[in-house]
Structure formats: structure tokens, C-alpha cells
């Protein structure tokens, strides 16, 4: 009985909060609102917030539980929003997941914008700059370089390959059999994070399948239903829920795998001198109290600028290194007109698409991701012919629907031929 009066209590609070909402922007001139509230559950969310941009214009609203936000679905009003305007679209929604996964909004990623948050991304932003600008693009090619021979399996000896690579990364394939490849890239993109954050600690051979498999436990509890109903209905964390309690779980073991980095960096770190990411930005921090400044930069914000670092810069280049793969697949007629491909990913090379963001939430790891998408595609294309299995469909080329934030690939398989060798003669060689 308690239980039933405190659901109706908490329901016609609800009510009345969604209709007083209503009635301070009644003289408001606002984009058409789309009808329900529960869009953001539904399957293949790209494909349906287009469908809902065709029949209600490039800017329309949509309700998130009790909070309604505006949907931007064309290049033109992206930009007028973020660069013309970013003051009034620069910041985040405060919704509970967001509180729970970032810190109560300490990072990049999900941080409203202030003075401090601006402070924080320079302070990444710089030491991202300060790795990819010296050794990472020589790394990023030997890793690939060596991720392609390790692709050729038993039928070839390739030579001997750095301690990081001979656990964690090597493309489990025998011959030509068909191989999953989204797991490899996502393990790749996962090692050059590794590398940049930790530096050559990540020689220990369980860190990046340690790292890698904490972001995917994470990002899949985070996507879950049971957790998206939370951000819609947030009094509903008041009540019993496994996904809740799982994500908290997630949440606390990134946490203490961080914290262990940053522990080991602090006891070795020697002043004036940094190894890594990780070390430009704790010494950072360091002159940040004492010189004067928009609030005070703590070792929290590291902490999660590794969090963002990973998260935003794992998946999000796996899956598009996976796209690349599904539609060479569908199309391999261009395969060779893609080798000097470095023109189509310089920044502003294709004018209808935005695929970094722009204004002040543009994209940090945008000249990484630019490099690894060159130099892995490169080097894959160099190496191998790409083949569908000898049964089965081609990839899919749309969209896992419930791929939550990320826009995934759907599952599929490619055998990766050695360039030279004709498809009977490996076969052949691969079953001896």
C-alpha cells in the first residue's frame, strides 16, 4: 500500500512538472516537438531521428523523460549552433548516468562548459598534442606494420615482434580463415591509447586486454536499457535495479584500474621531465595551483582525461576502421585508388560531413584518430587482398540497432589474403 501511494505521489509530481515546463515556454517560438517520449530507446536511432528530420525540418525537439532537447540534423544548423553560437550549445545535459559515469561532470566528454573546463581540455588537449606531435607516429606505423605480419599467421614466419604486441594484439588467424576483425582493431586502437597515456608500462602484457575489456564492460552497461530508462525517469533510481548496481560496479573498477596508473607515475615521476600523457598532465596540475587561474585543475581531472581518452578513443576509431572494412567488402573495385587515400582524411576534405564535431566541442583526438585511420587502412590494404568468408552474406551495411552511443558495424567476418599469393594457392598452403 505504501509502495502504490509513493509510485502515484511520485507520478503526479512528474505530471505536474512536465505541464509547468509546458507553461513557461508556451510564448516561446520553438522547433515542432515530436510526438512521445521514449525515442531514444527505439532501434537504429540514427535512422530514426533522420526519419523524424523528414518530416519535421533539420531542427525539431524531442522529450527525454522529463527534459526535452533539440535535435540538430544538418550540416548548416550544426554549424550556425556550435560555432556561430556555441555560447548557448557548448554545455551538457545533467542527467544521472552522465553524474555517475563522469564524476559528478569532472570530465571533457560530459562536462558542462566553464572557465575550468576549459582549462582542463587545454591541459589534455596539450599533452595529446605533445605525443602525436613526437613519437607516436613512428610507434602507430611499427604496431601496424607488425599487427599486419602477425595477420599472416603459421603460414608465414613473421619476425620477431616487441614484447607489447606478443600477447595482446597479434590477429588470431591461421591462414586465411575468416576473422573477426572489429575485436582486432578495437584491441589496436585500445594499445596506441595504452601507449600514449602510460608509455612503456604498457609492456606488461595484461594492461591493454585489461583496459580494453574494463571500456567494453563499461560502455555495454551503460547502453543497457535498465540504465537509459534511469536518464528518462530518474526517480526510478530510487528502486531496486541490477543494471544500476552493475554499472556502479563498472564504474568503480575503471576507477581503481586509473588510480593505480596514476599512483605508479607519481612515484616515478621525476620533475621537468615526462614520459607520457600521463606525466605532462599531473605536473600540470602541479603549476596550475600555483599559478593563478579560472579555479583549481586536481588529480581528479587527469583521471578522467584518461577515462575520456580511452572511451572516445577506442570504439569510436574501431568502428570506423570496421565500416571501411564492411564497405570494401561491398566494393572493392576503389581498393586501389584507396591507397593515397591521405587527401580524402585531411581536415575539411569532405564538405558535408562533420565526422569530428566543430566549435568548441570539437573532437580532441581528432590528428590521432586522422593518423591511425591513414596508417592502419594503408598498411592493411598494402599487405592484403580483403575476401568474404567462402560462405556466408556480406557484412550488413547498416547499423547494429541497439549499438547505443557508438554507431557499431554489425558482426561480420573477412579473410585477409597475403598480396601475391592467388586464393587456391593460399587455401592450399593454409590446410597443410
Known amino acids: 500500500m505504501v509502495l502504490a501511494g509513493l509510485l502515484l505521489l511520485l507520478t503526479l509530481l512528474a505530471g ?75 554545455g551538457r545535459p545533467q542527467i544521472p548516468s552522465y553524474k555517475l559515469v563522469s564524476q559528478r561532470c569532472q570530465d571533457i566528454s560530459l562536462g558542462g562548459y566553464s572557465l575550468l573546463w576549459k582549462a582542463h581540455k587545454k591541459l589534455t588537449r596539450s599533452a595529446l598534442l605533445l605525443g602525436t606531435h613526437s613519437s607516436l607516429e613512428p610507434w602507430v606505423e611499427q604496431l601496424t ?59 606488461e602484457d595484461t594492461l591493454v586486454h585489461a583496459f580494453h575489456d574494463c571500456v567494453q564492460d ?32 563498472a564504474v568503480e573498477n575503471r576507477d581503481h584500474m586509473v ?26 596540475v602541479g603549476r596550475q595551483r600555483v599559478e593563478e587561474g579560472p579555479g583549481q585543475l586536481l588529480e581528479g581531472h587527469v583521471h578522467m582525461s584518461v577515462v575520456d581518452l580511452f572511451i572516445g578513443g577506442t570504439e569510436t576509431t574501431a568502428s570506423t ?62 599487405a592484403f587482398t580483403l575476401l568474404p568468408p567462402p560462405v556466408g552474406a556480406l557484412p550488413s551495411l547498416q547499423p547494429d540497432p541497439y549499438c547505443g552511443v557508438n554507431l557499431k558495424v554489425q558482426p561480420f567476418q573477412v579473410r585477409l589474403q597475403p598480396r601475391g599469393v592467388e586464393d587456391g594457392a593460399w587455401e592450399s598452403a593454409s590446410a597443410q
Not at 226 to 240: A, E, H, M, T, W
Open 321 to 382: 576502421l570496421s565500416w571501411a572494412v564492411a564497405f570494401l567488402l561491398h566494393h572493392p573495385e576503389p581498393r586501389s585508388v584507396l591507397l593515397p587515400a591521405d587527401r580524402f582524411l585531411e581536415p575539411g576534405a569532405n564538405p558535408s560531413a562533420l565526422a569530428f564535431g566543430c566549435g568548441a566541442r570539437v573532437c580532441l583526438g581528432e590528428s590521432l584518430a586522422r593518423l591511425e585511420l591513414f596508417v592502419v587502412l594503408l598498411r592493411l590494404l598494402q
Open 145 to 203: 606494420q607488425e599487427f599486419c605480419e602477425m595477420s599472416l599467421g603459421s603460414h608465414s614466419q613473421p619476425r620477431s615482434a616487441s614484447p607489447l604486441l606478443e600477447a595482446p594484439l597479434r590477429m588470431r588467424v591461421q591462414a586465411s580463415a575468416p576473422v573477426t576483425i572489429q575485436k582486432e582493431f578495437s584491441l589496436l586502437t585500445c594499445s596506441i591509447i595504452c601507449y600514449l597515456t602510460f608509455g612503456d608500462k604498457v609492456k
Open 16 to 90: 505536474a512538472h512536465l505541464l509547468w515546463g509546458r507553461w513557461k515556454l508556451r510564448n516561446l517560438h520553438l522547433p515542432p516537438l515530436a510526438p512521445g517520449f521514449l525515442h531514444l530507446l527505439q532501434p537504429n536511432l540514427p535512422i530514426h531521428l533522420l526519419s523524424l528530420t523528414q518530416k519535421l525540418g533539420p531542427v525539431y525537439r524531442l522529450r527525454l523523460g522529463l527534459q526535452e532537447l533539440v535535435v540538430l540534423n544538418s550540416k548548416r544548423t550544426i554549424e550556425e549552433a556550435m560555432i556561430r553560437k556555441w555560447v548557448d550549445f557548448a
Open 218 to 249: 563499461l560502455m555495454k552497461t551503460w547502453d543497457h536499457w535498465s540504465i537509459q530508462i534511469l536518464d528518462l525517469v530518474p526517480f526510478l533510481r530510487f528502486f531496486p535495479n541490477p543494471g544500476l548496481w552493475r554499472l556502479k560496479q
Open 259 to 284: 588510480e593505480k596508473q596514476l599512483r605508479r607515475h607519481k612515484e616515478s615521476m621525476v620533475a621537468g621531465q615526462w614520459r607520457d600523457m600521463m606525466d605532462y598532465m599531473l605536473q600540470g
